[in-house]
């Protein structure tokens, strides 16, 4: 199981927690990253 926190909400955490308690109790491997994706957008200049 793959997950990937964009950072962009308050509960972005608590979710990244479930997703990993769901992959453990289902004895399935799990990967995590997470980025600011809005700092990364405001420095870019991007819009998300």
Do not use: C, Q, Y
């Amino acid at each position: 199981v793959a997950h990937f926190n964009h950072k962009l909400r308050p509960e972005a955490d608590l979710e990244a927690a479930a997703v990993a308690g769901l992959a453990r109790s289902l004895n399935l491997p799990f990967e995590t990253e997470s980025a600011d994706v809005r700092a990364f957008a405001e420095r870019e200049m991007l819009s998300i």
